[in-house]
């Protein structure tokens, strides 16, 4: 096993961050977040569910902080040294009387940044105020400074190889919502229709497999369809349901997002309706979507098609993607929703779902897009129209 870009790619993308550090006064940034070390040196393992960091410097490191067991994927996942890599103990893990952070704490202290400006990310999902506390204790002279997304707005603009390992993700995503689309049959229970849809996520190609995507593969059927974002369970579908699917591929923990419609039988009228405006709404997106534009105004598009069909979507439309681990796929910089005063950079990849949650039904309609330097680019390429199967 390797890591999955060249040292360059990781190494360039060590120096932009490094730039914003300097820019804001920082010598030193503390990660939580495995979507952001993964994206900053490749390390790669399920091990986020005990404390995991890492520590960016200004010209040595980074470091990779985690538990012992989990090192040695540091080292078959990165490019990072012996001296890079930095385990704690097992007997640190889920202690109730310490904390690796204590362990930790001490290592960074004597590695030189005792009395630093350290940045940290304050809204992670990982890195929990236990920790924080804990670091906090054991680093008393630290000038500790908010830092949150600080990674992921760097992260935003994407290189070649993330592109062209998107495109890969795109692929895999068409072969996940084909299956779902010649699966999805009166009679068939959700849990068994999904079974094989994660498995041609993992699958992936016959040139390349698929990761596990960060969002949990979603099946909206019926009623359940009202809401965003429901879990799959054993009932049957049924004819004369509308079935959404909110899907994807997974390429190197590099995710594409993927939404399409299935209706079992003949539609309503006020399915057909509603579709056409969906369709009509992302072509609008699209049309407005390419570099230096206000993400307000891309949203403006499709709220201008919603108007005139009477139609009311309160959730934003999308996001900025790339690099995930579960629970999500965004990257918490870029949304698309009214009066957003952020300016959409070439380069993004962004995922556009337009997602009507109605009274007792729902459809969606996503694509993932690449901003280009005249416009934008759909990632996958699966029809968009409402699939009818005849029951």
């Given at each position: 096993?390797?890591p999955?870009?060249l040292?360059?790619?990781?190494d360039?993308r060590?120096?932009?961050v490094?730039?914003v550090?300097?820019a804001?006064?920082?010598?030193a ?20 569910y005990?404390?995991?960091m ?5 010209d040595?490191?980074p ?8 090192a ?5 996942t ?9 385990p704690?103990?097992?007997t640190l893990v ?11 704490a001490?290592w960074?202290a004597?590695?030189?940044?005792a009395?630093a ?7 992670v999902y990982?890195?929990s105020?236990?920790a924080?506390?804990y670091l906090r ?5 630290v ?6 997304l600080?990674?992921?707005?760097v ?8 592109i ?7 692929r895999i995503?068409e072969i996940?919502?084909?299956?779902a689309?010649?699966g999805a049959?009166p009679?068939v229970r959700q849990c068994?229709?999904m ?6 996520q993992?699958?992936g190609?016959?040139?390349f497999g ?8 979603l ?11 429901p879990?799959w ?12 699917f ?9 995710n594409?997002?993927?939404a399409r ?8 009228q006020?399915?057909v309706?509603?579709a056409?405006?969906?369709e009509e709404?992302m072509?609008a997106v ?5 570099p230096?534009v206000l993400?307000?105004d ?5 709220q ?5 069909y009477?139609l009311?979507?309160k959730s934003r ?5 790339g ?7 965004g ?7 009214p009066c957003?005063?952020?300016l959409v950079p070439?380069?993004a990849v962004?995922?556009i779902?337009?997602g009507?949650?109605m ?14 330097r005249s416009?934008c680019?759909?990632?996958a390429?699966?029809?968009?129209h409402?699939h009818?199967?005849?029951?």
């Amino acid at each position: 096993m390797a890591p999955a870009f060249l040292k360059a790619e990781y190494d360039e993308r060590l120096r932009r961050v490094r730039e914003v550090m300097r820019a804001r006064g920082l010598d030193a940034l503390i990660l939580g977040d495995p979507s952001n070390i993964n994206w900053l040196c490749g390390y790669d393992a399920w091990s986020f569910y005990t404390p995991q960091m890492m520590l960016v410097d200004l010209d040595r490191g980074p470091f990779w902080l985690g538990r012992e067991m989990d090192a040695g994927a540091a080292r078959f996942t990165t490019y990072l040294t012996p001296e890079q890599i930095i385990p704690y103990p097992e007997t640190l893990v889920q202690r109730a009387d310490t904390h690796p952070a204590a362990f930790l704490a001490i290592w960074i202290a004597e590695a030189g940044f005792a009395s630093a400006k350290v940045g940290y990310e304050s809204d992670v999902y990982y890195l929990s105020p236990r920790a924080l506390e804990y670091l906090r204790d054991g680093l008393p002279k630290v000038e500790w400074i908010d830092a949150d997304l600080l990674v992921n707005w760097v992260r935003l603009i994407k290189s070649e190889a993330e592109i062209a390992t998107m495109r890969e993700a795109a692929r895999i995503a068409e072969i996940a919502m084909q299956t779902a689309w010649d699966g999805a049959r009166p009679g068939v229970r959700q849990c068994d229709l999904m079974a094989d849809v994660v498995a041609a996520q993992i699958r992936g190609t016959a040139e390349f497999g698929g990761d596990q995507t960060a969002i949990h593969p979603l099946i909206l059927a019926g009623e359940a369809a009202s809401t965003a974002h429901p879990m799959w369970n054993e009932s049957p579908l049924e004819a004369s349901q509308t079935v959404a699917f909110e899907l994807g591929g997974c390429r190197k923990r590099y995710n594409v997002g993927l939404a399409r419609t299935v209706h079992l039988g003949k539609p309503s009228q006020l399915l057909v309706d509603t579709a056409k405006a969906v369709e009509e709404g992302m072509n609008a997106v699209m049309d407005a979507l390419r570099p230096d534009v206000l993400a307000g105004d891309v949203h403006a598009a499709w709220q201008k098609v919603l108007d005139r069909y009477g139609l009311e979507k309160k959730s934003r439309i999308g996001y900025s993607i790339g690099a995930a681990y579960a629970p999500d796929w965004g990257e918490h910089t870029l949304s698309f929703r009214p009066c957003e005063a952020v300016l959409v950079p070439e380069n993004a990849v962004v995922h556009i779902i337009l997602g009507m949650w109605m009274d007792g039904w729902g459809m969606e309609l996503s694509e993932t897009l690449h901003v280009t330097r005249s416009g934008c680019d759909r990632l996958a390429n699966f029809p968009q129209h409402v699939h009818l199967v005849q029951s």
